[in-house]
């Protein structure tokens, strides 16, 4: 048996996210094509569907204050995931205390996920072609942890974040990933 729990704690808000280092993937749904430019190559059209950004939280404030940024719109754009969040927000977010983005990255890529943009989040780093993947049709966000190795996932804290539904109108069908 792993000694390395695989257990969730869901918060509700970034201000409940661990304060330590570690590694992260956020749930963007674009709900429409958009095109984003990294660096000077050229221009790349994303469609619209289900993405997963994989990134690392090791600086002052650790995972609660880089997601908390994630999170917020209308930021100013400092890595190449603000594009995708100042447009569609995030979704649903896993924190994994300790854990490794590389190694998030690399254990959805074998499982045939698609990256598609190089470069996109990886700019820095010499293993990945990039930290952006395209989730499948199907693919359930809500077992993302469960799929990972341990290695992955550190040996820290595991915490997921969804955004709150829309309230005081019609609520739109569930659509994408569950």
């Given amino acids: 048996m792993d000694s390395i729990s695989r257990e969730l704690t869901a918060v509700e808000v970034a201000a409940d996210l661990p304060a330590g280092g570690g590694a992260y993937a956020l749930i963007i749904e674009l709900a429409r094509q958009i095109t984003v430019t990294i660096g000077k190559r050229p221009p790349v059209t994303l469609d619209a569907g289900w993405y997963l950004y994989a990134g690392s939280a090791r600086g002052p404030g650790g995972i609660r204050a880089r997601v908390g940024r994630h999170l917020r719109r209308g ?3 400092r890595w190449h995931v603000d594009r995708l969040t100042n447009s569609a927000g995030v979704a649903a ?5 300790g854990g ?27 293993r990945c072609a ?13 077992d993302l ?10 040996g820290g804290a ?13 609520r739109p069908p569930r659509r994408g990933p569950r």
């Fill in 75 to 77: 930021k100013t754009v």
């Fill in 93 to 97: 977010m896993l924190a994994f205390a």
């Fill in 100 to 126: 490794d983005e590389c190694a998030i990255t690399a254990a959805l890529r074998a499982r045939g996920m698609d990256a598609p943009v190089p470069g996109f989040g990886s700019s820095d780093c010499r």
């Fill in 130 to 142: 990039s930290h952006l993947l395209a989730l499948p049709d199907g693919f359930d966000t809500d």
């Fill in 145 to 154: 942890h469960g799929t990972l190795p341990l290695a992955a996932m550190g």
């Fill in 158 to 170: 595991i915490v997921s974040w969804r955004r709150p539904p829309v309230t005081g109108g019609p």
